[in-house]
């Protein structure tokens, strides 16, 4: 079998399913240890739209941080959204989907994808910068974050190459890349790329909790 | 019980921030491994899947560091929220992570040594008030304070606590006040206080509908809050007392990270209240009171309590609301006021103080971050009571006097005895001009004492807490 | 002088004119892509050489290749095999049958040896000695391997020879494999496609005979007509780029010409010249007629999953959903032990603390 047949198949099969064993693992594993009975008077029950309120809030940082956080945040907005819309705007991208759930819908033209890759591509290397030139940044990075940064730029940089033909035959990038894809997926649920689902978990539980002490967030 | 302090004078000296006062704390002995093992454990006993969630969430991306007092007061990194908590990661990853199995399996995890955990010791303990500023930031929205506050529980229990703190918690759990304001001493200062004020101060009433309990701060630095919360009861005419089996709410235990030590304090108040049949346990001026009673008491008793927790400043504003507290606009200048971050932010009560500030009269001008997003004083968490924490609290508090100062009030209210015993020692370390008042003691002194306007409707004024028969 | 006739001599003896021949050489300049100066160079050696001896040896095919060499437009069949070349065997074009076939090529080697070109056309199975082909009692692993010991090159033609194959698409009964696999010591260029453009045949010998092995490709294929894929070559591609794609082979799309990669064109993993060059004259090519690039010229294409599946979605195997399924249900067992385990070492630690009574109690 060919390595791109090889790729496309099996591999991204196993991908599949390590993602999903490690994802469905790593979310049981944390929500199925001890929730303790909360008997306090609650200030407020509207627990679940604290829950909502904070998930959609904390997207955008408070108007108190914003000075000091703006190049952190910009960069993160850059490669978050730059991802998703390489992610879910390519056309063979939503064609992968499709074919794993049936689901699709209308694609960007290839022109824009290209752009947007190479902006996260920018952002993402900026943030690798940030990474080791903050001091803080730096003192508490560690290996997680840099492998999971060098297996979230992978598959963008692949991507880009395979589109520009760049690096050798196009049909051995192509396989190149749905192998770093194949890696973000298994690499995925075990290290902080997770946040990628933990993310709504973690402010959903602040904002359930402060919105019952009817605390602010 | 005796209790070994280890001077060490292994450690580095903050950036900007000058540390004459080098040293380790331990208590107890035993072998530093056997130290390690028990922090870690303990740190994750008491996880659940809420800290867990945050545990698990992290992204290291740094921008706690700028919601923090200390980093940005300092700008080293060491004090970046998350890692306060950094060693005690590998032991959540090691005990309770879903993949604990393969990380002790495979010793996948980095060795945590003595002289880290006692190098985090001054980050868990002198450099984090958990004022919870932090959790505002967190893109995650994890709440950094919870975890310290659980790394706590591992550092005591390993006998790793600054001394201070430890030595007011055990005298705490010994004597019932971590600042000797014992059962005696209650009464003696009652009684003085009683005659110097001229105020009719209930103690240990059999049948009473509100408990009210105090800080031993007050007891023993501002006494006039017994006096406060006294005229202001018998302005509104309600049945209250002081318990001298329950009066202590003050938390060291909590603070100090002995949740044993915390129920006990808590376990008093809680009964004593019971006992007396109170409806309401009126907490007095202060803030980790507030967290311990309001938001973990009933936990603590394992059922919902049988009467209400509320914080004084919360009281008054209800009062206020409803009218049955009657004040002159007594307080007729410029006041900016201060949240304490147990209270306000990671409490909830937010308007009631400014309902009050407005009843009095005064011209509220608010510092540039206020309500949630308040600076802490620098004095939480216990950080007051550590010695070799000055010199970082008062760099800390640099930023408070800052937005002070920049509201160009005449006059700085707040309401916890924690936030002004930190005002008062910062303020005569910088020789400042702006003293910290009392808001309880601010009302007391404006009660109106005149009978209510007829065009009151009498349902305006129902003192919910006098529905009970007289004892 | 009893030499062998040249070329131009050939061409001329058949009746046609200098000028004829310049015109065959210049179609198969063009074809190249030869400069100007190597086209001239072209014309000069081709017509001062000797016409070489060419063997085909055909195997486990359909003979779709050999029907495509003839409708070869320009060069021209005719051309090639009456005046360029000196066709001493190809079983289906020769008249010569049996015996008599077999010691004319035996012949021509003897005459030609270690000058002759060999062109294999299909795959040869190589288990059991090569006992799945035989043709005249002679496996075609023994032929082809007898043959290519007295040739200066071997020209492998068509998907078959190439890479294997359908003979070899799983479960590959026969053993089959490509003639790159058994001659190793040879010059060897694979013309590749199911089947091959027939000026890409005609043209690469052209060139081999003139110049030599040409510049290939990682798959021994002339690089000047497999340099390109399909896809970046393709009327539609301006369709790709904007994200437009016909959806099923009879909607707006389809008859607007969109791109076919939706419904499983492999134009972008093809390299090919079909885009360019086309068929039949240059009148069309598959794409253009509607369907999608089947990547006939790539190796294993036959195996490399649905010819109307997008190239992007997954090959999967049995049920993915299912797997999934399984996946989910294994990770919850797992995340739920974890959890168990976990707090079964929280109560332990509980239960020692109570009972030690710690440090400062």
Redesign the interface.
């Known amino acids: 079998?060919?390595l791109?047949?090889l790729a496309?198949?099996?591999i991204?099969?196993w991908a599949?399913?390590?993602f999903?064993?490690?994802?469905?693992?790593?979310?049981?594993?944390?929500?199925?240890?001890?929730?303790?009975?909360?008997?306090?008077?609650p200030?407020s029950t509207h627990t679940w739209r604290g829950a909502a309120n904070?998930i959609v809030k904390?997207t955008v940082?408070?108007r108190?941080?914003a000075a000091?956080?703006a190049f952190?945040n910009t960069i993160?907005y850059v490669f978050h959204i730059g991802l998703a819309v390489v992610v879910f705007g390519f056309?063979?991208?939503i064609?992968?989907i499709?074919?794993?759930t049936g689901l699709s819908w209308?694609?960007?033209?290839?022109?824009i994808v290209y752009v947007v890759g190479a902006l996260t591509v920018a952002a993402l290397v900026a943030a690798l910068v940030r990474?080791i030139s903050?001091?803080?940044?730096?003192?508490?990075?560690?290996a997680d974050?840099y492998f999971s940064w060098a297996v979230t730029i992978a598959p963008v940089i692949t991507g880009l190459m395979a589109a520009a033909?760049w690096g050798g035959?196009?049909?051995t990038i192509?396989a190149i890349h749905v192998l770093s894809v194949c890696l973000l997926l298994a690499w995925l649920p075990?290290g902080?790329l997770?946040?990628a689902f933990?993310?709504f978990?973690?402010?959903?539980?602040?904002?359930a909790?402060?919105a019952r002490?009817?605390?602010?967030? | 019980m005796s209790a070994t302090v280890v001077n060490d004078p292994v450690g580095g000296v903050a950036r900007g921030v000058p540390r004459p006062d080098l040293r380790q704390d331990m208590q107890g002995e035993m072998p530093a491994q056997e130290r390690v093992d028990i922090a870690m454990r303990h740190f994750v006993r008491d996880f659940g899947a809420v800290a867990a969630t945050y545990m698990e969430s992290c992204v290291h991306c740094g921008m706690c560091a700028e919601a923090c007092h200390f980093y940005v007061q300092t700008g080293d990194p060491k004090y970046t929220p998350i890692w306060k908590i950094e060693p005690f990661k590998q032991a959540y990853k090691r005990e309770a992570g879903p993949f604990a199995l393969f990380m002790r399996a495979l010793g996948l995890k980095r060795k945590v040594t003595i002289e880290e955990l006692q190098e985090w010791q001054e980050l868990i303990y002198d450099s984090c008030t958990m004022c919870g500023r932090c959790t505002l930031i967190c893109p995650m929205g994890i709440d950094i304070a919870a975890l310290v506050s659980l790394a706590r529980h591992g550092m005591h229990k390993a006998g790793l606590v600054p001394h201070e703190l430890w030595a007011a918690a055990e005298r705490g759990e010994r004597e019932g006040s971590p600042l000797g304001a014992t059962p005696k001493v209650l009464k003696e200062r009652i009684e003085w206080i009683a005659d110097e004020d001229d105020v009719d101060i209930h103690l240990d009433k059999e049948h009473a509908d509100v408990l009210v309990t105090m800080s031993s701060i007050e007891i023993q630095k501002y006494p006039q809050a017994m006096a406060a919360v006294a005229k202001v009861l018998n302005h509104l005419g309600m049945s209250w007392t002081i318990r001298s089996d329950g009066y202590e709410a003050t938390n060291f235990g909590l603070l100090s990270g002995n949740a044993d030590w915390q129920r006990d304090m808590s376990m008093k108040m809680i009964k004593a209240a019971i006992a007396c049949k109170a409806k309401l346990l009126l907490l007095p001026e202060c803030g980790h009171a507030y967290t311990a009673m309001r938001w973990q008491g009933a936990n603590v008793y394992g059922q919902p309590l049988p009467f209400k927790v509320r914080h004084i400043s919360e009281f008054l504003g209800e009062h206020i609301t409803d009218g049955s507290l009657r004040l002159k606009k007594g307080l007729n200048k410029t006041v900016t006021f201060h949240d304490p971050c147990q209270v306000a932010r990671r409490g909830g009560v937010f308007e009631a103080p400014r309902v009050v500030l407005a009843a009095l009269g005064a011209e509220v001008h608010e510092m540039k971050d206020n309500r949630s997003m308040n600076w802490c004083c620098g004095g939480g968490g216990g950080v007051i009571s550590i010695h070799r924490a000055d010199a970082i609290r008062y760099k800390a508090f640099e930023i408070k006097m800052r937005q002070v100062e920049d509201t160009g009030a005449e006059m700085l209210v707040t309401s916890c005895s924690n936030c002004r015993l930190s005002f008062d020692d910062s303020q005569a370390h910088f020789h400042w001009d702006k003293t910290a008042h009392s808001l309880l003691e601010a009302v007391a002194d404006n009660l109106d004492d005149t009978p209510p306007a007829r065009s009151v409707a009498p349902a305006a004024i129902v003192n919910p807490y006098r529905e009970a028969p007289a004892p | 002088m009893d030499r062998e006739p040249t070329i131009l001599e050939s061409f001329q003896q058949q009746g046609m004119s200098r000028r004829s021949f310049l015109k065959f050489c210049a179609a198969a300049a063009s074809l190249l892509a030869l400069p100007a100066a190597r086209a001239a160079e072209l014309a000069e050696k081709l017509g001062a050489m000797p016409r070489p001896t060419v063997i085909y040896l055909s195997f486990q095919e359909c003979t779709g290749c050999l029907e495509s060499l003839t409708r070869s437009f320009s060069p021209t069949i005719e051309h090639l095999i009456f005046d360029t070349i000196s066709l001493a065997y190809n079983d289906t074009l020769q008249a010569a049958a049996g015996e008599a076939a077999e010691a004319a090529r035996e012949e021509a080697m003897r005459k030609a040896w270690g000058k002759y070109v060999l062109v294999v056309d299909g795959s040869i199975p190589a288990p059991l000695d090569g006992a799945y082909c035989v043709i005249g009692g002679k496996s075609a692993l023994a032929s082809v391997q007898e043959v290519a010991k007295g040739a200066a090159a071997v020209i492998a033609v068509g998907t078959c020879a190439a890479f294997g194959g359908l003979p070899m698409a799983a479960p590959n009964p026969t053993g089959a494999v490509a003639v790159q696999d058994l001659i190793k010591n040879k010059p060897l260029i694979n013309i590749s496609g199911c089947p091959p453009i027939p000026e890409i045949i005609t043209g690469t010998i052209v060139y081999f005979l003139t110049f030599g092995v040409p510049e290939l490709d990682a798959h021994r294929r002339p690089k000047v007509f497999y340099g390109n894929t399909i896809h970046d070559r393709c009327y539609r591609r301006p369709f790709y780029d904007k994200g437009l794609f016909a959806k099923t082979f009879d909607d707006a799309g389809a008859r607007n010409g969109w791109c076919l990669y939706e419904l499983g064109c492999k134009g972008p993993t093809t390299y090919n010249s079909c885009a360019t060059m086309k068929w039949n004259g240059g009148t069309s090519f598959p794409i253009e007629s509607g369907h999608g690039c089947l990547g006939c010229s790539e190796p294993q294409f036959w195996d490399r999953g649905d010819f109307y599946k997008p190239l992007s979605a997954g090959l999967w195997h049995g049920s993915i959903g299912e797997d999934l399924g399984i996946a989910a249900v294994a990770g919850a067992v797992l995340g739920g032990a974890a959890a168990l385990t976990a707090r079964h070492r929280q109560d332990k630690t509980r239960t020692e603390t109570e009972t030690r009574k710690p440090e400062g109690k």
């Open positions: 079998m060919d791109l047949t496309r198949g099996p991204l099969q599949l399913v390590i999903v064993v490690g994802t469905v693992w790593r979310l049981a594993g944390i929500l199925l240890l001890r929730r303790k009975p909360d008997y306090t008077e200030r904070l904390r940082p408070k108190e941080f000091q956080t952190g993160g056309v063979p991208h064609l992968f499709k074919s794993l209308p694609g960007l033209p290839s022109g990474r903050n001091p803080v940044m730096r003192l508490i990075s560690n974050d033909h035959p196009y049909p192509l075990f902080k997770m946040h933990l993310v978990i973690a402010r959903g539980t602040t904002g909790l402060f002490k009817g605390a602010s967030t």
